[in-house]
């Protein structure tokens, strides 16, 4: 079955930096779209950020944008978000998942990891 993990969450002070990474196995990420989701507690999941398979564009929620930056190293099999400036609302469980179509909406995902907890607090 195909698997992806999802690590990198954590504590951190407003302003702080913190790098997720999605590692995939079982198969190749180089043909799928990869976006990274989050849900914080009583809201619906919302797509933060996603990236194409093959040309590597890129798509961000307004909320991040100039914060966050998505990449992929299909060497490592592994798609990054890398956060700055975290804010208090960008707290939530984290989400990568893979897909056919580059669009970040969750229902046109069909592979999910488990999940990683970001949580932003003085």
């Known amino acids: 079955q195909l698997q992806l993990v999802e690590s990198g969450g954590g504590l951190v002070q407003p302003g702080g930096s913190l790098r997720l990474s999605c590692a995939a196995s079982?198969?190749?990420?180089?043909?799928?779209?990869i976006g990274w989701f989050r849900q914080a507690p009583g809201k619906e999941r919302e797509g933060v950020s996603c990236?194409?398979?093959?040309?590597?564009?890129?798509y961000y929620t307004d909320s991040v944008k100039g914060r966050f930056t998505i990449s992929r190293d299909n060497a490592k099999n592994t798609v990054y978000l890398q956060m700055n400036s975290l804010k208090s609302e960008d707290t939530a469980v984290y989400y990568c998942?893979?897909?056919?179509?580059?669009?970040?909406?969750?229902?046109?995902?069909?592979?999910w990891g488990q999940g990683t907890q970001v949580t932003v607090t003085s």
């Open positions: 990236i194409s398979s093959s040309d590597s564009r890129t």
């Open positions: 079982r198969f190749t990420l180089d043909y799928y779209a």
């Open positions: 998942a893979a897909s056919k179509v580059f669009q970040p909406v969750p229902y046109e995902y069909d592979y």
